[in-house]
């Protein structure tokens, strides 16, 4: 099968590798219909943080190609989503709906045996705990666009606002207006918040912001952001803060707007935070967050895109395919695309 | 009148100082019967913490002596119960619960122009969004001492058990076996916790944290006690931790023992302490907390304690009068009390 292979900083190929076949009962090898480029593959792609030469990607939806003799919630031929880590989903951090701390548990596209999710095929561990199915056929190409999300990028703007503890009628801040950050709109007015602010400098995100319930867009930056925040929430602050981006700036920005009592929901992979322990105490800010539990979200989710309450494939402005995959990469690092989409089969 | 004043580190005298007056339509004055000292009170006692020359102590329970024209909630004669800061129950942050942000707000004994709770009377600002009535009279002395509480240390125990998300059913782990930490055990019992564990080396505390709903004291600290802690909850780490010291060690304890998705309730005022913004993020470990909003709790614990459920008066392990201030706080230095407790009138 062809897969996409990382080679070193800037060097993406696609290469000829050999099928995932089944290694223990429990696994399951699927047909990748879809996949797509996550901000954090673009760290590795842009040399600041590393990753081993082979396959890579996380972000996949398809269709079960084979399964293990012990998988028995699946068949050939069922359409599913992928989180973006594999779970048994039985293991205590598992019941509890923390799927991406499970014990027997990894992510894909990372650790010596994962296959990685930009592939012709798949082969998914714990397939029973892992994979979500989405019952029916014939899926629009939006619809499947917006199933392809669930995987990670949604899910993890959903993590935010439930970390963050979004309440309806409140108000809700988005520090980021990446893919993360503007899913984390979109999951901010599905839990009913009623204003929603993100900090964008981008046009085009703008727009879709706008579009998925942002009713302020703030320019500023830093403390003239903060400001701006106060202003518009009446001096009090932010009842609830996204943070979508994970570097020191952006962490500063969003504990200084909550209000006392606020929960800073984190989603960004911190690069060089630092978190003050005195301020966040004396106004009794919290923090909360970490790699999202997608599986935990998707049936929830799903039901929402299958309803046609959320969209957020809108989310992707870049398709090609699976032997152009670098092009991928390279739209998403020169800002010409905020997610980019692969159309696998 | 007589009144603890602050003189210099391991000097606390009382003094003849004039009666506080009505400065404001909404102050009340109140006659002070019972008193306390806070381990906070300690760190001015022991130099580590600055104070200002002049009046100190902020938990007190007294008896309405005059109100200003625009107090409506009370008049002479109410027993009331006054928690640590006062606040105009009206702002935006004391609507959420969040009453020590008050935007009118200060802490007792603290400032310019703040009366001290260790007197025998004191001035409390907005008494009407401030102070909370204990109907009848004639109570124990038992009782009285548990209104006390509801001052500042139990109302923080409890902060921190809300705080960490304690739930029924669940385990909790409390760092620290001072007032505070003790009353945080009363209130994971309160709360429902099933299994609850305090990290302890004193006997006399262990022997009230039993009392108080503990199941398992663990004597070890640092990496062997979360050892310890992680073989108790069968591998899994802690649903809840409460943090109710505040030093650099206790923080890194609690942070450790933390099941993913769990979250730190910190009410131990932070010294040097360091928030590992990588850690917590992998293993999605959240943290909230800081001054108890003692006002948002007192009328809800002090149903509890009028009911019988809870008896955190017995914290109070050494008694003495306002004369002796001095020697209230030595106790507690030299660590002959878990708490003092100062009969004024």
């Known amino acids: 099968m062809r897969a996409a292979i990382f080679q070193a900083k800037y060097q993406i190929d696609v290469k000829e590798v050999p099928d995932p076949v ?3 009962n429990t696994d399951a090898i699927v047909k990748v219909v879809m996949a797509c480029v996550c901000g954090s593959d673009l760290w590795y792609y842009r040399g600041i943080a590393e990753h081993q030469q082979g ?3 996380h972000e996949f939806i398809g269709i079960i190609e084979e399964v293990g003799s012990e998988v028995a919630l699946f068949a050939k031929g069922d359409f599913v989503i992928s989180p973006f880590a594999f779970s048994d989903n039985t293991c205590p951090h598992c019941r509890v709906g923390f799927h991406t701390a499970c014990v027997n548990g990894s992510f894909f596209g990372m650790g010596e045996n994962n296959d990685g999710g930009q592939a012709e095929f798949v082969r998914v561990p714990f397939a029973d705990g892992t994979l979500v199915k989405a019952e029916g056929s014939d899926f629009s190409d939006d619809m499947l666009a917006s199933f392809l999300t ?7 703007g959903y993590h935010a606002a439930v ?3 979004v309440k309806k009628g409140g108000n809700a801040v988005i520090v980021g207006d990446g893919a993360v950050g503007l899913s984390a709109v979109l999951s901010a007015k599905l839990l009913g918040a009623e204003q929603i602010i993100i900090i964008s400098r981008h046009e085009t995100r703008q727009r879709l912001a706008r579009e998925w319930g942002a009713t302020h867009i703030v320019e500023e930056r830093g403390e003239a952001g903060v400001k701006v925040v106060r202003a518009i929430t009446a001096a009090v602050g932010a009842d609830a803060v996204m943070e979508c981006v994970g570097t020191k700036e952006s962490n500063e920005m969003a504990f200084a707007m909550a209000r006392p009592g606020a929960v800073v929901g984190r989603v960004g992979v911190p690069h060089e935070v630092v978190i003050n322990p005195n301020v966040t105490f004396f106004y009794n800010v919290g923090m909360r967050g970490g790699p999202a539990p997608a599986r935990a979200y998707i049936p929830n989710l799903l039901g929402e895109v299958i309803k046609g309450k959320i969209n957020p494939g809108k989310v992707f402005d870049f398709v090609t395919d699976l032997d152009n995959v670098s092009e991928a990469y390279a739209a998403m690092d020169e800002r010409r695309a905020i997610k980019s989409l692969i159309k696998v089969s």
């Open 22 to 24: 089944i290694q223990k």
């Open 150 to 156: 669930l995987s990670d990028v949604m899910s993890t």
């Open 55 to 57: 396959p890579i990607g």
């Open 163 to 165: 970390s963050a503890n």
